[in-house]
């Protein structure tokens, strides 16, 4: 299974992006029931855990982020979305997409938001 992120840009403070994370090879059964989740790594800083959505329905959200972002997953596509609205200076990172089920990563996709 590979995950392949992708939507990451430069945005100024307010704005609004829509990552994308697509789970190539991964069987529907394991998709519906895996929790997926959305990482963030600033530089300088942990890896933390940003949303995660279980089941294909329970959501889960990092305080930080709670409001402004929402996790979302398509089962027929395989993919898992983050919208992220009211972006903010420190929510520059780069963006992980992950498998708790493959414990597999994605390579990342970097957002940058200026002030």
């Known amino acids: 299974v590979q995950l392949q992120a992708s939507g990451g840009g430069l945005v100024q403070a307010g704005g609004s992006l829509r990552l994308s994370c697509v789970a190539s090879g991964m069987i529907l059964s394991v998709f519906r029931t895996d929790t997926l989740g959305w990482y963030r790594q600033a530089p300088g800083k942990e890896r933390e855990l940003v949303a995660d959505?279980?089941?294909?329905?329970?959501?889960n959200y990092a305080d930080s982020v709670k409001g402004r972002f929402t996790i979302s997953s398509d089962n027929v596509k395989r993919r898992v979305y983050l919208q992220m609205n009211s972006l903010k200076p420190e929510d520059t990172a780069v963006y992980y997409c992950r498998s708790n089920f493959y414990n597999s990563w994605g390579q990342g996709t970097l957002v940058t938001v200026s002030s």
């Open positions: 959505i279980r089941n294909s329905g329970t959501t």
